[in-house]
């Protein structure tokens, strides 16, 4: 059985930071381009970043580039999102995503996700 996990969310004031971990059980870690994604009230879920099977390329949303980081720890079958900068606009629930294909920057070709982690910043 797969499981994802996230953690680490909470409310934060504007230009602070947090990191979001997402903890993957049940699934060979490695074979899996892994991704975080967002959904504020009232809208669409959407790609905020994602990271190659190797770990070796990743890839951001624009609203996000140079503020978020996303990285691995195959030993630990754990992928982070290091959030800097906060902002407002940012305030969602960050999921996690398990993509046994190539990566990609949409959500309907994930295969697995977490339950969701609340990030809320305020002004």
């Known amino acids: 059985q797969v499981q994802l996990v996230e953690s680490g969310g909470g409310l934060v004031q504007a230009g602070g930071s947090l990191r979001l971990s997402c903890a993957a059980s049940?699934?060979?870690?490695?074979?899996?381009?892994m991704g975080w994604f967002r959904q504020a009230p009232g809208k669409e879920r959407e790609f905020v970043s994602a990271?190659?099977?190797?770990?070796?390329?990743?890839y951001y949303a624009d609203s996000v580039k140079g503020r978020f980081t996303i990285s691995t720890d195959n030993a630990k079958n754990t992928v982070y999102l290091r959030m800097n900068s906060l902002k407002p606009e940012d305030t969602a629930v960050y999921y996690c995503?398990?993509?046994?294909?190539?990566?990609?920057?949409?959500?309907?070709?994930?295969?697995?996700w977490g339950q969701g982690t609340q990030v809320t910043v305020s002004s």
């Open positions: 995503a398990a993509e046994r294909g190539l990566i990609s920057y949409y959500s309907a070709e994930y295969d697995y």
């Open positions: 049940g699934l060979t870690f490695a074979s899996y381009a």
């Open positions: 990271i190659t099977r190797s770990g070796g390329t990743a």
